[in-house]
């Protein structure tokens, strides 16, 4: 049974987060296809009749020896990265690497992406499997009888000793965080302190999304530096480096961070959130895009980054469900020369952007 395309019975790939066992315990879960992408290429034609689409994973060869997980989400900036696996032979890295997407149909456009560059080096995209996945994550469960798997720039597990002579503002920043971790999570690896609601912000990139790293502010300096004793250790099966930060740094993660990371919603709500808008759209633009229903500007809600520039983005609240659900019709329409994309969305995924616009 189908609903806009997706399979009622089947979850979304960004729903199950950048857990791999999840990922191989729930691999039918990616057999969904959204209504669109904000990979801004021609959609290639495609179609799935009586079967799924095909486990959403591409292959990566040619990588610099220092490219890192932000390095591979910068080259497909757009798309909705759900794993990085780094590929190592013989406890080095390969130059090569997996990457999981969130749909199948965006294997079209990351394939888009061969022979072009990440640093001075070009870098081959090849289509992989599901066989090919989980074998490369065989292999680093082999290896980690040896020796702990590590990413490049990396110096994990190690713990680097040079960060216990560094002072302590109460502040530390995590790296190598599980795209999908949330404030739960945070609060669950630092069980034992007490962080309060506005005590955890994590960094975003300039499309919104989030980077991986987080900032965690401590009630004390010595809460902070009890805490660096979890440096190293996991969230799920990822590293997460701790590293003692500055209340300058802290600041700056309050101006350009969220203070927590929205899950999509789980049921559906009255509010829409709009991608891919015209910067120099306002308002009146998106009265006239939904003109067919009853909107108010106070019901229009532009976001908008640190230094006070339209994000391309826009939440919408209906007057009700249905109006909505029917407005979601409008998916990939225009507005000016760009198509808009539209998804259900949340009060809560909507408060945090708008307070901060």
């Known amino acids: 049974m189908f609903f806009r395309g997706k399979y009622v019975d089947a979850g979304d790939g960004r729903e199950m987060g950048l857990k791999r066992q999840r990922v191989m315990d729930q691999g039918s879960s990616y057999y969904s296809t959204p209504p669109a992408s904000n990979f801004l290429y021609n959609p290639p034609a495609y179609s799935y009749v009586n079967q799924p689409p095909a486990f959403p994973v591409v292959r990566l060869r040619g990588l610099p020896f220092d490219c890192s997980e932000t390095d591979i989400i910068e080259f497909f900036h757009g798309l ?81 000793p040079s960060k216990d002579n560094v002072p302590h503002t109460g502040v530390i920043r995590l790296r190598g965080l599980p795209f999908t971790a949330n404030r739960d999570d945070i609060v669950d690896f630092f069980k034992g302190f007490i962080l309060l609601d506005d005590s955890v912000y994590f960094m975003v990139n300039s499309e919104g999304k989030v980077t991986g790293e987080a900032y965690v502010k401590f009630e004390s300096p010595e809460d902070s530096k009890a805490a660096m004793m979890e440096d190293g250790t996991c969230i799920g099966n990822r590293y997460i480096e701790l590293f003692p930060s500055s209340l300058e740094e802290w600041e700056e993660a309050v101006t350009k961070g969220r203070r927590n990371v929205p899950k999509p919603p789980e049921e559906d709500t009255n509010v829409l959130r709009m991608r891919g808008l015209p910067y120099q759209a306002g308002k009146e633009e998106i009265l006239d895009f939904f003109k067919e229903f009853t ?63």
């Open 80 to 160: 909705d990265i759900v794993d990085i696996l780094f590929v190592h032979k013989h406890g080095k890295f390969a130059g090569e690497a997996f990457c999981v997407l969130g749909y199948a149909f965006q294997v079209e456009y990351a394939l888009q992406k061969n022979r072009e560059n990440i640093g001075k080096r070009y870098v081959e995209v090849f289509r992989s499997n599901r066989q090919e996945y989980y074998k490369g994550i065989c292999n680093v469960v082999s290896d980690s009888r040896i020796a702990r798997p590590r990413s490049p720039r990396r110096a994990l597990p190690k713990r680097d």
């Open 295 to 357: 909107v108010s500007e106070d019901a229009i809600h532009i976001t908008y980054n640190s230094e006070g520039r339209s994000t391309g983005e826009a939440f919408v609240e209906f007057a009700s469900l249905e109006d909505s659900k029917a407005a979601l019709a409008k998916d990939r329409m225009t507005l000016g020369s760009r198509y808009i994309e539209l998804f259900m969305s949340s009060p809560e995924e909507m408060r945090d952007p708008v307070l901060r616009g």
